[in-house]
């Protein structure tokens, strides 16, 4: 592939496999990889295209404003709430994000989440750990409810593999004409929040984080789910308040919580959801899968050949609403 384009990739050094792989896939194509202003400003100038894999964002700010010809960008992670800088927001550059490529996996594992607490995997641990034997009940989730904050990709791969168990599935959309579809029994918008709360028996969340949706699952909202409901974040940490989380877990007005996003990251040391038995916690690696890395670099080299064929590119994102 000849190509008079030249693509600027934002990496670290353990991105080096991807970098190669990017190469390998666009031949011809100029790839100009760095992690430092020093190594990426001389290309930046004819540069046409930015792909941030994992550069800091002081760095990608600062190049961006370096790329008088930048006309795309494009961001590994599907969250833009970092990416979205007031500069960026204003331009009139296309920025497209990574959303679908792991969806899957975050559907599996809110599957997991669901499963772990109906069936009390942790008490069979800790009993399996002590040498004890004391037989108990499960619960079935066929028949339960699963309400969905963010009825995007992710919320979409999660509600087909909770249709698959049997699960009643409830969606929430920014906006939506529909009221069902082939996976989500019904659908809320925004203003029936509470009510769809209300019925769940497990609530997850897979909003991005913009100003509308910070803080949305507050202190009203944990009050509406019932005591044997539990909680999922697989969005973003600020998506729900965290001290009012910590306060409804420890007081076992929800059941539990399954979490892969926190509001600060790594969890400090002596964070109370370290000690909280009715939690699980995983350090934002619920997509993190032995290819996620490679998915989400052939991902971003399918979308540089439709741009090379001028045709649209996917997950364009909407600068005004920030998803």
Known sequence: MGSSETILVLAEPDDEPQVHL??????????????????????????????????????????????PNLKWVHSRSVGL????????????????????????????????????????????????SAEVWEPFDVQRVE???VGIVGYGDIGRAIAGRARALGMKVLGLKRHTAQKSDAFAHQIFLPSELLRMIGISDYLVVAAPLTAETRG??????????????????????PVVDESELVNALA???????????????????????????????SPHCADHTPDWLDNATLFFAEQFERYERGENLRNVVDKSLGY
Do not use: W
């Open 216 to 237: 949305m699952i507050g202190k009203r909202e944990l009050a509406a789910m019932k005591r044997t409901a539990v909680l999922i974040n697989l969005g973003r940490g």
């Open 81 to 128: 709430e970092r990416t979205l800088f007031p500069e960026l927001a204003r331009s009139r550059v296309v920025l497209t994000n990574g959303r679908g490529v792991f969806s899957a996996a975050l559907g599996e594992f809110a599957v997991g989440a669901i499963l772990y607490f109906a069936k009390d995997f942790r008490r069979m641990i800790r009993n399996q």
């Open 143 to 145: 028949e339960k409810t």
């Open 22 to 67: 990017l190469r390998k896939r666009l031949q011809g194509v100029q790839i100009v990889a760095g992690n430092s202003a020093a190594a990426l400003s001389e290309a930046a100038r004819k540069a046409t295209v930015l792909y941030n894999c994992s550069g800091k964002l002081g760095l990608f700010r600062e190049i961006s404003g370096q790329c």
């Open 251 to 281: 007081e076992k007005s929800i059941l539990g919580a399954a979490l892969d996003v926190f509001d600060e990251e790594p969890l400090p040391n002596g964070h109370p959801f370290y000690r909280l038995d009715n939690v699980l916690l």
